[in-house]
């Protein structure tokens, strides 16, 4: 897919989109109806006349399993990251066969740079000067509380002054007027970064809106900061990202986006941005983030706007999480290999509890991998990590508490640490650091001062074959698929709620 239109159009075909033709205030009604929609599992929705703009709004496009399936083009997340996992895993190729497959993985690799092109849709109409007006845009207010409208969905393009890498990253921003708005970078992220490295105190900004959705996820995506993610875009999507040069600022912004936004940041410009009804499912409070100031406006003609709205989980960002989840999982192998899965649990908000299950292999192997968390990039941030083993579904949540409230001595297993936390917990005592609780529900070996640990229960495999055989026999309803499946493969309500 290059842009949103292809996008828009599968998802129609597949019955996934639903127009809404009235008009619709971006004033705190849309919220409502997203907000009833994505708990239904509804489609994503095309709000055709936003009160006060002439562009149509885009919401809900990422609000499933199913369409982040779509936009992935996978029958399940598992499937990306397999794609990633094939390319990270190259080894050093034996025969002729294998260097051929290796090869065409280092090409996959090749293949994902971005290329320039000079067709650019999203420059068919360009403002300048008194011209700016994010007034056109159906910008929402989401929340009552929030003090005024936010761009939610937008891919923040900036470049590190010293090396000139690429980064983009998803951040909220606040309209101050119609050419100016705050830049909501948290202390933990590149783009705030770039900003900090600038020698001559001010940064070039871009900022995309209405991507292909492989591309807007990326923006989303925590990679290390000297990784374009536009090349992840590249990547995942088996063909390049088509760039053009931004017209009055030195950086290159998606040629099929539906809107650029160009300008400025400086350091030594910050105002009160927020509160702001935020993914915490609390108004974040308001506090000092640099102005983004505007040089140029660019569009489609016919530009559709892309919005989302976060709040008290679930909600649509639910399923860019769990993307990441899912594709970071290959990397997060690499480096601690005993790492068989992980789960985020959206209810945690992502940064407040993460389980992991390991092939356990000496005492202490717990506190080993809760550690290597509490030191990966932005899993750092994680409050809470739950250590199971590796039999354990990670995604049940009923098997996890099982698990932590058999195999837990809270006086041996439970640690407490410190470190950094994520910008917006209001919970500790000072912003951005505080305690890390740490539970190792694995099954305890003797070194680990456990008393000889008891055998778990289960059926022997002769007697579930022969009363999977026999099963039409007793007759009972339930098929013996189905008996057998409520006890290893049930899932958590939370997990049904977001697949319906
Ligand atoms: C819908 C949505 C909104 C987000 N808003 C912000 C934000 O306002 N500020 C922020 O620092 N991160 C925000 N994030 C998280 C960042 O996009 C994410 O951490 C990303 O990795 C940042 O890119 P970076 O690693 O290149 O800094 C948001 C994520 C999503 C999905
Ligand atoms: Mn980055």
């Given at each position: 897919m290059r842009d949103l239109r292809d996008w828009i159009a599968l998802l129609e075909r597949e019955g996934e989109l639903a127009r809404v033709s009235v008009e619709v205030d971006p004033d705190l009604e849309i919220t409502e109806i997203v907000d009833r929609t994505v708990k239904a599992g509804g489609p994503a929705l095309l709000f055709e006349r936003p009160k006060g703009s002439s562009h149509p709004l885009l919401i809900n496009q990422f609000g499933t399993e199913r369409r982040m399936c779509l936009a992935f083009g996978v029958e399940r997340l598992d499937d990306i990251a397999q794609r990633l996992e094939d390319v990270l895993e190259l080894q050093p190729p034996q025969g002729l066969v294998e260097k051929v497959k290796g090869l065409k993985r280092l090409k996959s690799i090749a293949d994902s740079m971005p290329k320039t092109v000079s067709r650019a849709p999203v420059q068919e109409v360009v403002l300048t000067g008194d011209d700016i007006d994010l007034g056109r845009l159906p910008i929402q207010r989401c929340w009552p509380g929030d003090p005024a409208p936010f761009i939610t969905l937008p891919a923040v393009i900036t470049a590190d002054p010293r090396t000139g890498t690429r980064n983009v990253g998803m951040y909220r921003m606040q309209v101050i007027d119609r050419s100016s708005t705050y830049m909501h970078w948290q202390i933990h992220k590149d783009g705030r970064a770039d900003l900090l490295a600038a020698e001559d105190g001010r940064i070039p900004v871009a900022v995309a809106l209405g991507l292909d959705p492989v591309s807007a996820y990326s923006a989303s995506a925590p990679l290390p900061k000297h990784i374009d993610e536009f090349m992840l875009a590249g990547f995942l999507k088996g063909e390049p990202v088509e760039l053009v040069h931004a017209r009055t600022v030195d950086l290159d912004v998606p040629a099929n986006a539906e809107i650029v936004l160009e300008g400025w940041v400086a350091k030594d410009e910050v105002g009160l941005e927020g509160p702001f009804g935020?993914?915490?499912?609390?108004?974040?409070?308001?506090?000092?983030?640099?102005?983004?100031?505007?040089?140029?406006?660019?569009?489609?003609?016919?530009?559709?706007?892309?919005?989302?709205?976060?709040?008290?989980?679930?909600?649509?960002?639910?399923?860019?999480?769990?993307?990441?989840?899912?594709?970071?999982?290959?990397?997060?192998?690499?480096?601690?290999?005993?790492?068989?899965?992980?789960?985020?649990?959206?209810?945690?908000?992502?940064?407040?509890?993460?389980?992991?299950?390991?092939?356990?292999?000496?005492?202490?192997?717990?506190?080993?991998?809760?550690?290597?968390?509490?030191?990966?990039?932005?899993?750092?941030?994680?409050?809470?990590?739950?250590?199971?083993?590796?039999?354990?579904?990670?995604?049940?949540?009923?098997?996890?508490?099982?698990?932590?409230g058999a195999n837990v001595d809270p006086a041996r297993d439970v640690v407490l640490s410190e470190g950094p936390l994520d910008h917006l917990d209001h919970a500790p005592e000072r912003q951005f650091v505080g305690g890390k609780l740490g539970i190792d529900a694995t099954a305890k070996l003797p070194g680990e001062g456990a008393r000889p640990w008891p055998e778990e229960i289960e059926m022997s495999a002769e007697i579930k074959a022969l009363v999977d055989s026999r099963w039409s026999e007793y007759g009972l309803e339930s098929g013996p698929s189905a008996a057998a499946g409520v006890t290893r493969h049930s899932s958590s309500p939370l997990r049904q709620l977001l697949r319906r």
């Amino acid at each position: 897919m290059r842009d949103l239109r292809d996008w828009i159009a599968l998802l129609e075909r597949e019955g996934e989109l639903a127009r809404v033709s009235v008009e619709v205030d971006p004033d705190l009604e849309i919220t409502e109806i997203v907000d009833r929609t994505v708990k239904a599992g509804g489609p994503a929705l095309l709000f055709e006349r936003p009160k006060g703009s002439s562009h149509p709004l885009l919401i809900n496009q990422f609000g499933t399993e199913r369409r982040m399936c779509l936009a992935f083009g996978v029958e399940r997340l598992d499937d990306i990251a397999q794609r990633l996992e094939d390319v990270l895993e190259l080894q050093p190729p034996q025969g002729l066969v294998e260097k051929v497959k290796g090869l065409k993985r280092l090409k996959s690799i090749a293949d994902s740079m971005p290329k320039t092109v000079s067709r650019a849709p999203v420059q068919e109409v360009v403002l300048t000067g008194d011209d700016i007006d994010l007034g056109r845009l159906p910008i929402q207010r989401c929340w009552p509380g929030d003090p005024a409208p936010f761009i939610t969905l937008p891919a923040v393009i900036t470049a590190d002054p010293r090396t000139g890498t690429r980064n983009v990253g998803m951040y909220r921003m606040q309209v101050i007027d119609r050419s100016s708005t705050y830049m909501h970078w948290q202390i933990h992220k590149d783009g705030r970064a770039d900003l900090l490295a600038a020698e001559d105190g001010r940064i070039p900004v871009a900022v995309a809106l209405g991507l292909d959705p492989v591309s807007a996820y990326s923006a989303s995506a925590p990679l290390p900061k000297h990784i374009d993610e536009f090349m992840l875009a590249g990547f995942l999507k088996g063909e390049p990202v088509e760039l053009v040069h931004a017209r009055t600022v030195d950086l290159d912004v998606p040629a099929n986006a539906e809107i650029v936004l160009e300008g400025w940041v400086a350091k030594d410009e910050v105002g009160l941005e927020g509160p702001f009804g935020d993914h915490t499912g609390y108004y974040t409070a308001a506090e000092p983030f640099p102005v983004f100031r505007l040089s140029a406006m660019t569009l489609r003609r016919d530009a559709i706007y892309p919005s989302i709205v976060v709040g008290k989980p679930p909600q649509e960002d639910a399923w860019l999480g769990k993307a990441t989840e899912r594709i970071f999982l290959p990397a997060l192998r690499l480096t601690v290999p005993e790492i068989v899965d992980y789960d985020l649990p959206v209810a945690g908000a992502f940064h407040n509890c993460a389980i992991v299950s390991i092939r356990k292999a000496f005492p202490g192997h717990a506190r080993k991998v809760m550690h290597a968390v509490w030191g990966l990039g932005m899993l750092s941030l994680t409050k809470c990590v739950i250590v199971v083993d590796a039999h354990v579904d990670v995604h049940d949540y009923a098997q996890v508490t099982f698990y932590v409230g058999a195999n837990v001595d809270p006086a041996r297993d439970v640690v407490l640490s410190e470190g950094p936390l994520d910008h917006l917990d209001h919970a500790p005592e000072r912003q951005f650091v505080g305690g890390k609780l740490g539970i190792d529900a694995t099954a305890k070996l003797p070194g680990e001062g456990a008393r000889p640990w008891p055998e778990e229960i289960e059926m022997s495999a002769e007697i579930k074959a022969l009363v999977d055989s026999r099963w039409s026999e007793y007759g009972l309803e339930s098929g013996p698929s189905a008996a057998a499946g409520v006890t290893r493969h049930s899932s958590s309500p939370l997990r049904q709620l977001l697949r319906r």
